[in-house]
């Protein structure tokens, strides 16, 4: 999949004469991808356990509005408090429905496509009584900066410490897992594929980071045209926490592995006294605070709590997912697939834009690579399956 | 004869309207093998879930090592060390072996997050000893044969030190050569005092490897009898037709 997205961004740089994989388009395109990345990393596990959700499009407008209601009618004058109560408040109203919807799914065994497919109605319906159906506006200044707008990034220093950061822990990741390992096999693996492990992973954080500082930040520009770079987007920062944290449960702790084996066979992680409804109760609450998230980027981005956002947010979350390698038969699924999935999806559509494509081919032509992405899924399993 | 290791004692259980066990009582002592018979919808499989923790009985009693015990989940009767391999073996497909013998009972670190790599050499090791030949141990149980299935099962009890095994249908899916492999675990396991109940379909198998058999049949227990005193003959009449057979059988219950 990483080479596939490669191969897409060279052929769009080639189409759009080098304007594609310019610091200016990549930067925006780590915005634009952030949202929808923190959405596809929470819906592989919603997937993996055989689960879907279609309410988070909703879900973002409800919390999203509930912030911006909180922020401008509830704690006016308040800077700090402001942005972090309406925050709170936000998220947890994600963790409140998140619970709400489990409950019905999990305790009452409605199927999760209709509960969810429910709270796809009741959300936005909730968001519009809510808004009033008006756009609360303006926010907090410091809230903005979380929307990765003109100064929502990180600056020079602090991307080149995080890069560090990401550097020491590839390194540190790759020598652990041997020295784990040593411990109990005679035979590990060869010193050069982890060489060529850290090489690799040091080499894309770096590249990374390079790019992002590359692209000049307007506002401290001089006379001519020069000044300190933007760094790291905010809601990027945001995205990189939710991967280490999704990756960390999904591989290291009970939650993970149980959220795979209840995929993978509902029958055997009953039978091995796992609490399989608490599970999926869990997913949902965890669904319920990712789009909280979501939604505090795209209300900030936009300086404005609105009804109408994150519409169609689900679908795509569910695309990227599925793209990035989580099969809808359940038990199989990877957080950084779906962020790469996530990202060909953008890079096509930013690719697109450049290209001056409108916005109907757009849609089609990602609907095929969906498609393309489902028969690769079947395929796969068939190889694989006796 | 020392202590039963098990005693089930008037078993009821209810779905909805449908009596599946209905006052069942055996026992099960240190050592020995015993196979439940019965057609499809005898309530031999409801009766073992029962003691395997997943349904709750509506009446009767259990006792463990003498003591009455009450089973809310399948972890409350592995606490007391009844063990259970299903028929389909109950495995998730896409993890592998060591993910699979640790399911619900993971090895953790200090931090609270898994050992998987401790989890692997424990799982490796208890697999060799069962199985020399199966050392691919790290595949998802997709990729595995039937016996390998099986040996990643039978690892998950002995590991947990079971004292009371229950293996439902455990050659249904095994060729001749893995059938022999888990007939001769059995009396190994049988040697080291565990007690073993044997849901089968098999009658070989069952005449090779269990001392005594319970019979049922529309969830009552038609009879109990040792092995030694029936032929093939007497058993399936006894599954088919209900009754008990001829009186050279009768005196043969424990």
Redesign the interface.
Known sequence: MVLVLIAIWVVLDVLTHGLFLTPRNLYNLSIQTSVGAILACGMVFVIVARQIDLSIGSLIAFTGVLTAFAQVNWFEGHPTASWVLSIAIGLAAGIAVGMFQGWWIAYRGIPALVVTLAGFLIYRGAAFMLADGQTIAPLDETYQRLGGGSAGSLGVAASWLLGALGCTWVAWNVWNTRRERGKYTETPLPAWLDVVKVVLGVAAILVFVAVMVSYPDRRQLDENGNGPGMGIGIPVLLLILVVVVLSFLAHRTRFGRYVFAFGGNPEAALLAGINTRLLVVKIFVMMGILSGIAAVITTARLNAGANSIGQLAELYAIAAAVIGGTSLAGGVGSVPGAVVGALIIWSLDSGMVILDVGSAPRQIIIGLVLIAAGWFDIAYNKRHSR | MSAPLVEMIGIHKHFGALHAVDDVSCELYPGEVVGVLGHNGAGKTTLIKIL???HPNDGGTIKVHGRPVKFG???DA?RVGIE?I?Q?L??????DAA??LF????L?TRW???D???M??EAGKIIRRINPNFTQTHLPV??MSGGQRQTVAIARALYFNAKILIMDEPTAALGPGETQIVKDLIMSLKREGIGIFIISHEMRDVFDVCDRLVVMKNGKVVGTTKVADVTEDDVLGMIILGKRPAPRAEASTR
């Open positions: 395997a923790g997943v989940s399948p972890r592995q259970t299903y389909h109950a495995l998730a497909d896409n993890i993910g699979n399911l619900g009972r993971e953790r609270g997050t898994l998987i790599h401790r692997a050499h997709r990729a």
